[in-house]
């Protein structure tokens, strides 16, 4: 009798895990595709806002996503932006390419319909190592990615970028 209760006990454990991992696959596969949007930038949270316009391509695999682009802004902005990221039963982990810095590690969980990474830069960036990023699926057709830092002299969370993109038919 206790060998089928345990049984009956791993087998809702194992169909929940399998369930929550289809979910999460179905999450990431929801990003993938090409994406073309508009939005701001701060180079440092002292700077000026700079507009930009931004592409890129996101590929998802069942536990991974990968976006790639390039954002330009006036003449005096254009970079090359990635993010990898690696899920396991909603925690993610990766590297960010888009500060000027080098490789930035990224660290976070999933909360709904969005992804909150922490970011450590390569080098210190705004007088630290450390900001966050959030990637969230807005509607069917968008996505928002938000970095935001910490202004050293006022202590005060400054959005350092904002990108709204709409999937590209």
């Known amino acids: 009798m206790l060998i089928i209760r345990l049984g009956i006990i791993l087998g809702c454990f194992l169909g929940g895990l399998a369930a929550a991992l289809a979910e999460e696959a179905d999450f990431l596969d929801s990003l993938e595709g090409q994406w073309a949007g508009k939005g701001s930038v701060k180079v440092r949270v002292a700077s000026p806002t700079i507009p930009v316009t931004c592409k890129f391509t996101s590929n998802a695999g069942s536990d991974s996503l990968a976006l790639d682009g390039h954002c330009r802004g006036l003449l005096v902005f254009s970079r090359r932006i990635s993010a990898t990221l690696k899920g396991k039963e909603g925690s993610y982990s990766g590297t960010y390419i888009g500060a ?7 660290d976070g969980v999933r909360k709904g319909s969005a992804i909150d990474l922490g970011i450590t830069w390569a080098k210190p960036v705004n007088g630290d190592r450390k900001a966050t990023m ?3 699926k807005t509607g069917e057709s968008g996505m928002t990615l938000i970095t935001t830092d910490v202004d050293p002299r006022s202590g005060k969370s400054v959005v350092t970028s904002r990108i709204e993109l709409k999937r590209v038919q």
């Open 100 to 106: 000027g810095t080098g490789p930035a590690v990224l």
């Open 134 to 136: 959030t990637l969230e």
